[in-house]
């Protein structure tokens, strides 16, 4: 049953699956954070579905809408989403489709059981109703995260992948309108469930391939926080052996000129004591660490990329409030400092030496925000994502870090570049 006859029954329907697979799509997806731009967008499109849906089914009827519904309701879904998200076009495509796949799917199941069990109106609308707001709730409370796990993974396979969904969407779609409507065919059914099963056995493969892409990825993480942590480590060790050695030298030193004042002392020659002592060098040889921070593995990792930067004649200004109890894991955010810093002193070396300098700055209060800007030559375009585009290999790796850091701690990041002077700023 599926009531074809009755349009506005038809145009509920569609209704029920432009919202409901909107929902699905926003409970998976990194959004952006205009919400209000965002709510502009997809409600204008949802207004555009529901007239082109009223008008289309009385101009060509039923059926030639539903066969035309790709080109009228899903492709501008798919753009129109597409403008709201943080994504690359060719993730954004495989998971959208992937979406209205499912979406689909799940229209179609509730059409067939309300048909098998010769149901009412009434109960194909709360069928498909309760359908969609089941797949919103489990999509964004058990799926989310995987979604958004799998959206950091950066591979190069995205565009072959986003066939898939593709490729079977217009087979569904064709299997379910040629050349009859799907619940004028007998053979439907096991056909739609076979080819359903065969979906599910693909899904299955590429998601275990991109688990396995982003377990690699964040294993590639552990091994640098590791690498982080033993580095300051050693930075403390090697800082408190020099201490101790330098402290023991002191002591000896000091020894010494104590010997001689007490000599000096029974021969009541003042004036050489005088001069004994504000010519030791004893007093002055211990030197002060340098101190950024509280947190040994974050002030190893700055000591190290700022001395990096002096010995690469880059004039260093730093204004550095950083608290004792760091909002995120010291280690994670001592790679976000780094590749900061090293993107910046990059910059810094292809340009002459009266202008390198790198700024950085750092408040905690009211929230924990860092900003290191430097000059640089020539352009710097950005990407959608707000990314400063790379077109050399092997560049742009430290800033998909930093995103990838933001991200993880639903950070807020800014690149910019204005006057000459490139600005990265994260507020956590």
Not at 18 to 30: D, E, H, K, Q, R
Not at 184 to 207: D, H, K, T
Not at 276 to 300: E, F, G, M, Q, W
Request: aromatic residues 12%; glycine residues 4%.
């Amino acid at each position: 049953m599926i009531f074809e006859n009755n349009t506005a029954y038809q145009t509920y329907r569609v209704f029920v699956a432009i919202f409901g697979t909107l929902g699905m799509v926003v409970a998976t997806s990194p959004m952006k954070k205009n919400y209000k731009r965002n709510l502009l967008f997809l409600g204008g499109y949802a207004i555009y579905a529901i007239i082109c849906t009223f008008f289309f089914m009385h101009v060509w009827g039923f059926l030639s809408f539903l066969r035309s519904v790709i080109i009228t309701i899903s492709l501008p879904g798919v753009i129109t989403i597409y403008m709201t998200t943080e994504t690359s076009v060719s993730r954004h495509i495989f998971k959208c489709l992937s979406q209205l796949l499912l979406s689909l799917y799940l229209l179609i199941s509730v059409t067939l059981l309300n048909t098998l069990f010769q149901g009412t109106l009434l109960s194909n609308a709360i069928l498909l109703l309760s359908g969609y707001l089941f797949a919103i709730a489990l999509e964004f409370f058990v799926l989310r995260r995987t979604f958004l796990d799998i959206n950091r993974i950066n591979t190069r396979g995205w565009s072959i992948l986003s066939l898939i969904p593709i490729a079977f969407f217009l087979f569904v779609m064709t299997l379910a309108l040629y050349p009859v409507h799907y619940t004028q065919n007998p053979a439907f059914p096991l056909l739609f469930y076979l080819a359903g099963a065969v979906i599910a056995i693909i899904y299955y493969a590429v998601f275990q391939y991109l688990q396995t892409q982003y377990q690699y990825q964040t294993d590639e993480q552990s091994r640098e926080i590791l690498e982080m942590q033993i580095k300051g480590i050693k930075k403390h060790v090697e800082d408190t052996k020099q201490n101790a050695e330098e402290v023991k030298l002191i002591w000896q030193d000091t020894h010494k000129m104590l010997s001689a004042i007490t000599v000096l002392a029974k021969e009541g020659n003042t004036k050489s004591i005088l001069d004994l002592v504000s010519k030791s060098s004893a007093l002055n040889r211990l030197t002060t660490p340098t101190h950024y921070c509280s947190d040994p593995i974050l002030n190893a990792t700055l000591t190290a990329y700022l001395a990096q930067a002096k010995n690469a004649g880059i004039a260093i200004e730093h204004h550095l409030a950083i608290p004792e109890i760091l909002p995120v894991d010291p280690a994670e955010l001592s790679i976000c400092f780094a590749n900061a810093l090293e993107n910046a002193t990059k910059a810094c070396a292809e340009l002459p030496e009266n202008e390198r300098k790198i700024i950085i700055r750092c408040i905690y209060k009211p929230a924990f925000m860092f900003e290191i800007a430097n000059p640089y030559k020539g352009q710097i375009t950005f990407g959608r994502n707000g990314l400063p585009a790379s077109n050399q290999s092997g560049h742009g790796t430290g800033t998909r870090s930093i995103m990838a850091f933001c991200e993880k701690h639903d950070a807020f990041y800014n690149f910019s570049a204005a006057g000459g002077w490139f600005k990265l700023m994260i507020t956590l």
